[in-house]
């Protein structure tokens, strides 16, 4: 009977070791926290649909941990002229169909990027500059532009490679899998929408080879349910941890946290350049006779009256760096003049009496309430400490589909916003951010302040068409420095992005946010 | 019966007409779709060129008329932020969330009217008591709070049942359902429950006031009286009564639980409709919101159908045919 009962506990046993058999080692299952909404790498210019690209597919040109450029399949880059870039490509390497990559694998690919149906948000806004591609050898691609363009590199490096057998395939092709056949060191196996990914090892890539031989994504956007699915071993690793989790993870054994500062920046944008703005009155609530928000002197004491290590320190838990400019220090384009402003209440009012409001003023600050990391509590806490400082500040925060719309359209006065910068460099932000909103130069698109300097439109302008890169960086440094001195908008800090991992595996945090499976390991030697 | 089944499908087609309206007037107040959609990085050129091939380049009523115009040959339009078609993409997440519904539906009815009908057959006893208070409880704990703790309890801590997802699915008569792997209902035990809780308290409640109410009419005493024995009268003609309200709930539930059970579907990462509804709120994906919202109409609309057949069933007073007037 005992046997009998044992031999029925083995076989339970061992029918449960079948149905749930433990990951294999070279099996890694990862939680993301943003939907992928398609396998199309040229469909929609959405993050978590960047990252899967980036892993099934290769760009001319890749960026490191930092976003800086390195060779990605093509090996070298130069201006040969003033409107002419020349592309040398890598050899040998070939599709997963076994089909070898070229030059005509470029031209295919620039022709579907910008043109895809359908698309909210196309790749045309990184090819637009491109007038003609020059195909000179198999090996050797030229790019002839209407103007000269320096960021031609940058541009590239969002722009995914595909076959020349799918320049005319479908989103739906795509998403199938039917014609998602690139070159990067995944192929695609499976795509579940609004569910999971399945990847397997490229094992002909050409560069490193990922420890992975299969690799799941799941799709758990609730924060504390991808935190529960590490806890329990159902993920190995995670990204985008939430702040009051943080202290948690790193307090356990079983977990190891990767952490890096990425390139969004949390910024106040204000109405810098209107008579009248809508949301400010006088502490009585009636109008104005004109809008504070255009002297400096009231910009600049707003900005000090801001206690940015309290917000980091409270509200983000430390997941955050205070922040003088558009991008954290060694970023391309940066100043290494700008600090962030020193938090002095005093100082703060004096200015504000300087401008003509030692009384203060009042005004509403307006915030998404789902859009960044804790967006919400720090439009509290900074209306709280602006109130202290004499401007009576109101938050009013609603759902980003709301408030993006309302923004676009000039209805606010002060708001919170963040910018993450896909180029990785600072032309992204003083172009949409702070250049002069201009429909046909195509600038200021994001300048929902209105903020306008020429001084600085020029210095933009012309790092655009620097080619070298040290007086570019130089360039852009300065626009920075002249938009900063205006108070032109106030960062508050750079958000920095969390990874939980299993212990015993290893990540290379990366400033662009993503997670990229290759680049996890399993940590050799211990 | 006719005239029955031609009055309710006249009065469907305007609720789904004006249903349309409500939502396109609705979401376009809401905001635009294209300042959530489109990259930050986009100049104002590539807004343009987002706004004209979503079709949100044209007026409001315009953007209706195409609309109704593909939507009386069936087509319901594609998904802004997905672009597929905005019904494949509900139907095809539909089995997922019925999978879950059913599993809610039957555990509520499985726990909630035994334990009901215990407590209004005895309610002075101690276990009725605790009965009723955990009803209480299983009505006022919030779902996601509820769906974390379970998460905590069986997944974290005891490590018995996976935390999140939808497990493997089995095909039997060629229907594809978690139902039918040991993994696909492992995944399912933890959602389920926690969507029931609050129908297992609900009907819980109702049992047990039916049962009480019951118990004291005549038709019970005439029933003892005739000297039927204690457990006919209480499953035959007690039980049968006390379904009464408790198939009208069931049935306003059950397309509550499918409809929006958004809560346990993103706690649990359950690939279902109502996360899908709500992620396309978030996005402004009209097409979908549009296509979902008509699709659950039908669904309350023949579930309110059934449930009036029913009480024809399970009551004698009640006639679907409408008497000539």
């Known amino acids: 009977m005992l046997q009998h009962s044992a031999s029925v506990l083995l076989t339970v046993l061992a029918v449960v070791a079948a149905v749930f058999p433990a990951a294999a080692q070279d099996e890694i299952i990862i939680g993301l926290g943003a939907d992928v909404t398609s396998a199309d790498p040229h469909y929609h210019n959405l993050s978590p649909n960047n990252n899967l690209a980036i892993h099934v597919f290769d760009r001319l040109v890749h960026q490191d941990e930092r976003q800086g450029l390195i060779p990605g399949l093509a090996l070298s880059w130069r201006a040969i002229d003033d409107t002419t870039w020349e592309f040398h490509l890598r050899q040998g390497v070939r599709f997963h169909d076994g089909s070898p990559f070229d030059a005509q694998d470029i031209v295919s690919t620039l022709k579907r990027a910008p043109n895809v149906p359908n698309s909210p948000s196309s790749f045309g806004l990184y090819t637009k500059a491109i007038k003609e591609v020059i195909v000179v050898d198999p090996y050797t691609v030229r790019f002839k532009t209407a103007t000269p363009h320096a960021l031609l590199p940058n541009d590239l490096s969002s722009i995914n490679i595909i076959s020349r057998k799918a320049e005319s395939a479908s989103t739906a092709d795509f998403n199938t899998g039917k014609t998602t056949i690139g070159t990067g060191p995944f192929k695609l196996a499976e795509f579940v929408l609004k569910e999971k990914v399945v990847l397997t090892r490229n094992d002909d890539y050409w560069g490193l080879k990922p420890d992975w031989k299969r690799v799941t994504f799941k799709l758990i956007t609730n924060d504390s349910a991808r935190v529960a699915a590490l806890l329990a071993g159902d993920v190995q690793m995670i990204e985008n941890v939430s702040t009051p989790d943080i202290q948690r993870l790193k307090a356990n054994k079983d977990l190891a946290l990767f952490s890096a500062v990425s390139n969004r920046v949390i910024y106040l944008h204000l109405d810098s350049n209107r008579d009248q703005a809508p949301f400010v009155t006088d502490k009585a609530g009636k109008p104005l006779a004109k809008n504070p928000l255009k002297d400096v002197r009231v910009r600049r004491a707003m900005s000090r009256a801001i206690n940015r290590p309290a917000i980091v320190d409270r509200i983000m838990s430390g997941a955050a760096i205070p922040a003088g400019q558009l991008l954290p220090e060694g970023f391309f384009g940066v100043s290494p003049n700008l600090k962030p402003d020193p938090f002095d209440p005093a100082g703060a009012r004096k200015l504000l009496a300087e401008a003509g409001y030692p009384d203060g003023f009042r005004v509403t600050l307006h915030s998404p309430n789902d859009r960044y990391v804790n967006d919400e509590q720090i439009a509290q806490a900074v209306a709280q400490m602006l109130t202290q400082a004499g401007i009576d500040t109101r938050v009013e925060a609603m759902p980003s589909a709301t408030f993006f719309t309302r923004a676009t359209k000039l209805e606010f006065s002060l708001m919170l916003v963040g910018w993450g910068s896909g180029t990785g460099e600072t032309s992204s932000p003083l172009r949409s951010l702070l250049a002069t909103y201009d429909r046909d130069k195509g600038t200021g698109a994001a300048n929902r302040g209105r903020y306008s300097n020429p001084k600085m439109d020029a210095l933009v302008a012309q790092a655009l068409v620097t080619v070298d890169d040290q007086k570019r960086a130089k360039l852009l440094a300065e626009a920075c420095e002249v938009a900063m001195n205006d108070v032109g908008i106030i960062p508050l800090h750079y958000q920095v992005s969390f990874w939980g991992m299993r212990k015993g595996l290893t990540y290379v945090p990366r400033a662009d946010e993503y997670t990229l499976a290759h680049l996890v390991q399993k940590s050799k030697g211990n | ?325």
């Open chain 2, 1 to 325: 019966m006719t005239v029955f089944l031609i009055r309710r499908l006249l009065q469907s087609i305007v609720v789904l007409f004006v249903m349309s309206l409500i939502v396109f007037v609705g979401v376009f107040a809401i905001g635009n779709p294209v300042d959530i959609l489109i990259s930050p990085e986009a100049d104002q050129a590539e807004r343009e060129r987002a706004i004209r091939a979503l079709g949100l380049d044209l007026p409001l009523h315009q953007q209706y008329l195409v609309f109704l115009r593909k939507a009386v040959t069936g087509n319901l339009g594609e998904s802004f932020v997905f672009s597929e078609s905005a019904l494949g993409l509900i139907l095809k997440r539909m089995p997922a969330t019925l999978e879950l519904a059913l599993a809610a539906m039957v555990l509520a009815v499985a726990l909630g009217v035994p334990l009901g009908m215990w407590a209004g057959l005895y309610p002075d006893a101690a276990s009725s008591r605790t009965i009723m208070a955990g009803s209480i409880l299983g009505f006022s704990l919030p779902t996601f709070w509820v769906g974390l703790m379970l998460i905590m309890v069986f997944a974290v801590m005891l490590g018995w049942l996976p935390s999140t997802g939808r497990g493997q699915t089995g095909t039997v008569w060629g229907i594809t359902s978690s139902f039918f792997t040991v993994d696909g209902l492992r995944h399912l035990v933890l959602p389920a429950f926690n969507l029931a809780l609050f129908r297992i308290a609900l009907i819980i409640r109702l049992t047990r006031a039916g049962a009480r109410e019951t118990l004291l009419q005549d038709f019970v005493k005439y029933a003892r009286a005739k000297g039927l024995c204690e457990r006919r009268v209480i499953f035959v003609h007690v039980f049968k009564n006390i379904l009464i309200p408790v198939v009208t709930v069931l049935g306003l539930e059950f397309g509550g639980v499918m409809a929006f059970a958004v809560v346990t579907e993103t706690i649990f990462a359950w690939p279902g409709m109502g996360k899908l509804l709500v992620d396309s709120f978030n996005h402004l994906d009209r097409p979908v919101i549009v296509a979902y919202l008509l699709l659950m109409v039908c669904m309350f609309i023949a579930i309110n159908f059934l449930v009036d057949v029913l009480y024809s069933v399970l009551d004698p007073r009640v006639r679907l045919v409408t008497r000539g007037t």
